[in-house]
C-alpha cells in the first residue's frame, strides 16, 4: 500500500450489536441496524481492493457504492459512536479513492478527516484511522503541488501547512511527522520559483517556532535550522550577516569588503563537489580580484585544526591553492556566538551567495557554472538587482 507514513489499514471488527451474516442491499425502510450490518460486510469484501496500487471499473464501482451507503447512514440521526465508526470506514474507503485518483477524492477526504479529528480525544480508535487519512491527504496535496493534479493556488497554502502543522502536533514523536515534513518538502522544488519560496516560507514560520520550543535538543536545533532558512528566502535584496573567525584571535573586518562584489562559498573539506569545483572557483578569484572581487569561504562544520592544515597542504591542479579569507564557524559557535551557516540554515554543501557592490545580496542560489556571468553583471551594476531565493526543499528534521 502507497501510503505517506506507511500506516497499514486497521482490521476492521463488526459494529458492536451487529450481526455479519449474508444480508441483501436494504431497502429504503431498512432500520439503522440493517444499514450498519450491510455496510459492515460491504467494507469487509471491498478490503482485499483497497491494497491495489489501482482500480478501475467494477472495484471502483463496488468502493464508490459502499461510500455513498456510508453517506446515507451519515445523513441520518445517529449517535457520536455510530458516526465515529462510519467515518472511520469512508475515510478508509476514500483514502484508497484519493491514492487511486489524487485529484479526483481528495476534497472529500479532507472532510471526513475533518469530521474525525473531532472525536479523536473521546474517541481514541479513531486515532488510527485519522493519521492515515491526513498523511494521504499530505501526500495528495504534495501529487498537486508537483503539477500532477489540480493547481494549488496560492491562497490554498495555508490551508495546507495547517493541515501539516496539525498532523505534526499529533504525531510529534514518531517517525511518521518527520516523514510528513520530509515527503511534501520534496515536491516544494517542482514548484515555480516564486511559488516555492512563498510556500516554504509559510511553512518554515510555522514550523520553526514548534521546534524551536522543544524540550529535545536535537528538535530546537533543527527549529534553528528552519529559522535560518526563511532568513535565507527573505535575504535576497537585503544586507546579510558575514562575520566571523578566521581563528581563535583573527576576526573578518566588514569594511574590508566594501564596494567589492563578494562571493560567499559555504564549503567542507571532506564535501566531493567543493572539491571538484574547486580549481574553477580558483582561477575565477584570480581573474577577478583585480576588478573588485573577494570570496570569503566559509567552513561550516569543521574545527579550526582541521581547516588550517587544509589550506596548508591542499593543492589543485597545477599547484592551485585556496588564497582567500575562511571563516571558520566551529570557533565562533565555540565562543557561543552566531554562525554565518546557521544564521541561514545552510547544511548542504557547497551553498554560494554572491552579494553586490551595494552590500545587498544578489542571490543565494550561485552556480560554478554560470558565476563568471554573475560577476560580471554585478561588476558592472551600481546596486544589486533583487532576485527570487531559490533553496530546493527545507531541511529532513531529526
Known amino acids: 500500500m502507497l501510503l505517506l507514513i506507511g500506516i497499514p489499514l486497521v482490521a476492521w471488527a463488526c459494529f458492536p450489536d451487529v450481526a455479519c451474516a449474508q444480508q441483501a442491499a436494504p431497502g429504503p425502510d431498512a432500520s439503522l441496524k440493517d444499514l450498519l450490518a450491510y455496510t459492515d460486510k460491504q467494507v469487509g469484501e471491498c478490503k482485499p481492493l483497497l491494497g491495489k496500487p489501482r482500480a478501475q471499473g467494477e472495484d471502483l464501482e463496488k468502493v464508490l457504492a459502499v461510500v455513498s451507503l456510508c453517506d446515507r447512514i451519515l445523513e441520518g440521526e445517529v449517535n457520536d459512536a455510530t458516526r465515529v465508526w462510519v467515518l472511520r470506514r469512508k475515510g478508509v474507503l476514500l483514502e484508497a479513492l484519493t491514492r487511486w485518483q489524487p485529484g479526483g477524492y481528495a476534497e472529500g477526504l479532507k472532510k471526513v478527516a475533518d469530521e474525525l479529528e473531532v472525536f479523536l480525544e473521546s474517541h481514541p480508535k479513531a486515532v488510527p484511522t485519522w493519521t492515515a487519512l491526513a498523511a494521504t491527504i499530505i501526500k495528495s496535496e504534495a501529487y498537486r503541488l508537483r503539477g500532477g493534479g489540480q493547481r494549488v493556488e496560492t491562497t490554498e497554502y495555508d490551508g495546507i501547512i495547517d493541515r501539516l502543522y496539525r498532523f505534526i502536533l499529533r504525531e510529534e514523536d514518531t517517525e511518521k511527522g518527520r516523514n510528513a515534513i520530509r515527503y511534501l518538502s520534496e515536491f516544494v522544488r517542482q514548484l515555480p520559483p516564486a511559488k516555492r519560496d512563498d510556500f516554504l516560507l509559510r511553512m518554515v514560520r510555522v514550523l520553526a517556532p514548534y521546534y524551536q520550543e522543544s524540550e529535545f535538543l536535537g528538535q530546537r536545533l533543527y527549529g534553528e535550522e528552519l529559522a535560518g532558512l526563511g532568513r535565507r528566502i527573505e ?164
Open 235 to 398: 535575504l535576497t535584496g537585503n544586507k546579510m550577516f558575514l562575520e566571523g573567525y578566521f581563528d581563535q584571535d583573527n576576526k573578518l573586518d566588514p569594511r574590508t569588503l566594501r564596494g567589492k562584489v563578494v562571493l560567499v562559498d559555504f564549503w567542507e573539506t571532506t564535501c566531493a563537489p567543493c572539491m571538484q569545483q574547486m580549481p574553477d572557483l580558483i582561477r575565477i578569484y584570480e581573474q577577478y580580484k583585480p576588478l573588485g572581487f573577494e570570496i570569503v569561504g566559509v567552513a561550516a562544520t569543521e574545527n579550526q585544526s582541521t581547516v588550517r592544515i587544509f589550506l596548508q597542504s591542499k593543492t589543485f591542479g597545477d599547484g592551485l591553492r585556496m588564497t582567500w579569507p575562511v571563516i571558520v564557524d566551529a570557533i565562533a559557535a565555540g565562543k557561543k556566538e552566531k554562525t554565518v551557516s546557521g544564521e541561514y540554515g545552510v547544511v548542504a554543501f557547497p551553498t554560494m551567495f554572491l552579494i553586490g557592490r551595494d552590500g545587498n545580496v544578489i542571490s543565494t542560489d550561485i552556480d560554478i557554472r554560470t558565476l563568471t556571468q554573475e560577476i560580471d553583471k554585478a561588476l558592472d551594476a551600481k546596486s544589486a538587482p533583487a532576485r527570487p531565493n531559490r533553496p530546493e526543499t527545507i531541511p529532513s528534521p531529526p
